[in-house]
């Protein structure tokens, strides 16, 4: 189908938009990320009533269960965190893109949901490019605590959509037939499944919805209540398992670990062949890595099998003292930073993440090009992971506690891919300028990955996910355990 030049579209979000009608792990990820275990738990407890209550014809109920075990007493300032910085990409997943190839071609672009609209609104209006959202309303107290209601009923979200339409019906309304009244107020109807014909496809091949390249969260997998279910029975094995292999990574020689990782389940697949340790009076090698996580010196010290100090900046003192390797803390000021980086250099290998922060997705992040007017030493290395259940990294949270949530995972996969040393004729000592030397070394890493280079950095991630800079402050002892007693109680 091809639209009409000037055309508008009202389409529905849950089991259209997205393939899932099923709003109830969202709400999980919600009750998770912004509260903590208890709320998650008891939304799942809850879940049988739940689905007898759509079974029984009264699926408004349901709904506004969810919302308030969800949401209540949390306050809107982390709801609205956890809707920009952890929902986007768990939206984008389910994404029907047949739906979206449809609600693209329009020119005016509604979506309706029965979902709070402050869950919903940044995703649609940034990703989907809609226009407007029109979703239930969480009602808020003075003291901006949500009080896990909604203002009035579902039924009047419909209306409010027919508001929008008063001088002209909307061209097209996209829905489930079942669970969509304001179909009724448009020209022509689709429901799911979707199919557009290829002269269609091709027409908007380009346009795609916009990548989502920054989340935040703990949880891998979307939690569906058999995902949450089995995450709930896995927590305490996962602590007791993480605590083994954290201890056994300190005591343990550098050697030894790989050996025992296997037992214990992880696993490290080592591609090319790692530069010869330094010998003589020569200056060290600079290893160059892409930045998964914070374990990234620390498994390519596990393949060397010798222990290689590492620069960081924002990791926490509790993940220093954790650390079986040295770690360079830098300041953020260029000229003390590159002293220290030269000085460690002096004294053997060194560890350099230039991009400044880690990224999930395929993507690399800017590098610093502080690191190619240092040395003309540089050994480009590919780092990636694959973890089933928790990531290792945060923006919101405390960062104390990504070395315990990477080894809580049952089966962690590291991927260390060595390059050739960069020859003289690719370094600064060639007449290359800093910046042509860093943005050669993230082509050819992000060649390695099939990852994207971006012009993205530390401080436009922690904006999209935190609302701030990125820059670290000192965090006292005290506010330390607060976070970590909140990570799993709220």
């Not at 082509?443 to 436009?460: H, M, P, Q, S």
Request: glycine residues 6%; positive net charge.
């Amino acid at each position: 189908m091809i639209m009409e030049t000037s055309s508008s579209v009202v389409s529905e979000f849950e089991g259209t938009l997205l393939k899932d009608p099923d709003p109830f792990s969202y709400f999980m990820l919600v009750a998770f990320e912004a509260s903590g275990l208890i709320r998650f738990a008891l939304l799942l407890i809850l879940w049988p009533v739940i689905r007898l209550l759509d079974a029984l014809g009264f699926g408004d109920a349901g709904l506004n269960m969810m919302i308030f075990v969800a949401t209540a007493g949390l306050r809107m300032i982390e709801i609205e965190s956890v809707a920009r910085a952890v929902l986007p990409k768990f939206y984008m997943d389910d994404i029907d893109m047949e739906a979206w190839r449809v609600f693209s071609s329009c020119d005016k672009r509604v979506v309706v949901t029965k979902t709070p609209r402050v869950l919903v609104e940044r995703f649609v209006k940034e990703h989907l490019r809609a226009d407007e959202v029109i979703g239930s309303e969480l009602l808020v107290n003075r003291f901006g605590f949500a009080t896990g209601f909604v203002q009035g009923d579902f039924a009047s979200i419909f209306s409010r959509a027919a508001k929008m339409f008063v001088d002209e019906k909307p061209t097209l309304g996209l829905g489930r037939a079942s669970d969509s009244s304001f179909l009724s107020l448009c020209k022509e109807q689709m429901h799911p499944p979707f199919i557009t014909n290829l002269k269609h496809h091709h027409d908007h091949q380009v346009l795609r919805p916009l990548p989502v390249i920054f989340h935040d969260g703990r949880l891998v997998k979307r939690p569906t209540p058999s995902t949450a279910l089995l995450i709930l029975l896995w927590m305490p094995l996962g602590i007791l398992l993480a605590v083994i292999r954290i201890v056994i990574g300190l005591i343990l020689p550098m050697w030894a670990i790989p050996y025992m990782s296997r037992i214990f389940g992880g696993k490290i697949i080592v591609k090319g062949k790692p530069p010869p340790p330094v010998s003589g009076s020569s200056t060290g090698v600079l290893f160059v890595c892409t930045h998964r996580t914070l374990m990234d010196p620390v498994v390519l010290s596990t393949v060397l099998r010798r222990k290689i100090p590492a620069v960081t900046y924002s990791i926490s003192r509790l993940s220093e003292i954790l650390s079986p390797i040295p770690t360079v803390r830098l300041t953020r000021i260029r000229d003390v930073d590159a002293e220290k980086i030269k000085r460690e250099l002096s004294n053997g290998d060194l560890v350099v993440c230039p991009e400044g922060t880690t990224c999930r997705e395929p993507f690399l992040l800017r590098f610093s090009a502080l690191f190619a007017e240092l040395t003309d030493r540089i050994v480009p290395v590919a780092m990636n992971y694959r973890v089933g259940f928790f990531h290792a990294t945060t923006a919101r949270g405390w960062k104390g506690l990504d070395p315990m949530f990477f080894f809580m995972n049952p089966r962690p996969v590291y991927e260390v891919t060595f390059l050739n040393q960069l020859p003289v004729e690719a370094t600064c000592s060639s007449g290359k300028s800093p910046h042509d030397v860093a943005n050669y070394v993230q082509r050819i890493l992000a060649a390695t990955l099939g990852f994207e280079c971006t012009n993205f950095t530390r401080k436009d991630k922690y904006r999209v996910l935190a609302g701030n800079d990125g820059t670290v402050s000192y965090t006292s002892f005290v506010d330390q355990i607060k976070k970590v007693v909140s990570t799993f109680i709220h």
